[in-house]
């Protein structure tokens, strides 16, 4: 599986995968997220055929990186690029994790700077985490983002996307819903050791940028990426059962 970009090595921004840990988290995902299973791959390969492709998830568990990352492998997708937040380096399990993919280092909003330095810190990071996301987009390297910014800690999942998700949208780009199921059950949240679980990683029908902004072009910039965010947000809900769909369960 290839897509119509010829894909250039991956920008110094990013942080690249450390081979040993791949193979160790690998090791454990498919120990513990077992069966896993996936739907949709005609909907990620028409995607990776389309455009600067952004592959927007939900989130419910520290597994969900490390098992959809799996899981493109398998398919033939061995490039992806995460946006992580910075404060899971901070957690020997969850540096653990982030360490096996490559990623690009987030200042998040739900992480507040401490003072006067660490804010100008931040925005300088998220400059040039934006600019990094930009260029590995246009180099051919899909880049996986989870609107929801961190893991839902809703019972029903599916919670309110973060301000931020809305600045990678721009013309010609791709976005793929994705479903992920049962991965709160593999490694939930507050804990460490993982419990073995059936797991599915849902792709959904890939949707255009470009269409998703002039369905709603009588709104202003601002709250036109607002709309569209929303719109994606249906999507994702689509690809979940309805005790996932969280706030979005009586929207669709």
Not at 35 to 48: I, K, S, T
Not at 72 to 82: H, I, K, N, P
Request: charged letters at 30%; hydrophobic letters at 40%.
């Amino acid at each position: 599986m290839t897509s119509r970009f010829e894909r250039q090595p991956l920008p110094q921004a990013v942080d690249r995968a450390v081979p040993a840990i791949t193979k160790l988290v690998d090791f454990i995902i498919r120990r513990y997220a077992t069966p896993l299973e996936v739907v949709g791959q005609r909907n990620l390969d028409r995607a990776l055929e389309m455009g600067e492709l952004l592959i927007e998830p939900n989130h419910t568990s520290n597994a969900d990186g490390p098992t959809l990352d799996l899981a493109l492998r398998r398919l033939g997708v061995e490039d992806a690029v995460y946006i992580m937040g910075i404060r899971l380096e901070k957690h020997l399990v969850t540096n653990l994790l982030v360490n096996a993919a490559s990623t690009i280092r987030i200042w998040p909003n739900s992480e507040e700077p401490k003072d006067e330095f660490e804010r100008e810190e931040k925005v300088r990071r998220n400059v040039r985490a934006i600019r990094a996301a930009n260029e590995v987009l246009k180099q051919g390297h899909p880049v996986v983002v989870f609107p929801e910014g961190s893991r839902s800690c809703r019972e029903d999942g599916l919670t309110d996307p973060v301000e931020d998700v809305g600045v990678f949208l721009r013309k010609n780009r791709v976005i793929l819903p994705v479903g992920i199921v049962g991965t709160r059950n593999v490694l939930p949240v507050g804990k460490i050791m993982p419990v073995k679980a059936p797991v599915e990683i849902r792709f959904g029908k890939p949707m255009s940028v470009d269409e998703l902004m002039e369905r709603h072009d009588n709104l202003e910039r601002k709250f036109q990426r607002v709309a569209v965010v929303e719109d994606v947000m249906k999507e994702i809900a689509r690809e979940l059962p309805e005790d996932l769909r969280g706030i979005y369960r009586k929207k669709i």
